[in-house]
């Protein structure tokens, strides 16, 4: 399959908000997510291919208007890679199973790992406990 053939499919697959988001790199607006304010408990997956990144466990409030994780669930489910996007020295934070672009992690979370996964909630699905 070619590198054409495979973004076209991810144009079928998702909407243009999630493509801007999770191919190209983009980013929602801060306070217009679905879920930079949901409180339910559940897990929140890779948009893209359903991969299980994080819980509502770690989920906590950032006053950023993303969602913001204090870890993740599974380490083999994220790749972190530097991104000097922008004029920034930042940490990308990229599903490991498609590649596809999910925030940026920042070291100014609490304690105690003190990370702060700022994920765009166009990239993620809840799958919410009371299912």
Known sequence: ????TKEK????????EQYNVLRKKGTERPFTGKYWNNHDDG??????CGS?????????????GWPSFSDVMDNENIELKEDRSYGM???EVSC???GGHLGH????????TKCRYCINSVSLDFVSESR
């Open 96 to 98: 490991k199973n498609c």
């Open 52 to 64: 299980l990144l994080f819980s509502s466990d770690t989920k906590f409030e950032s006053g950023t």
């Open 43 to 48: 897990v929140y997956k890779c948009a893209a």
């Open 1 to 4: 399959m070619t590198s054409e």
């Open 105 to 112: 992690l920042f070291m100014d979370g609490p304690k105690p």
């Open 9 to 16: 499919d991810w144009k079928d697959k998702l909407t243009k």
């Open 89 to 91: 020295v930042r940490t």
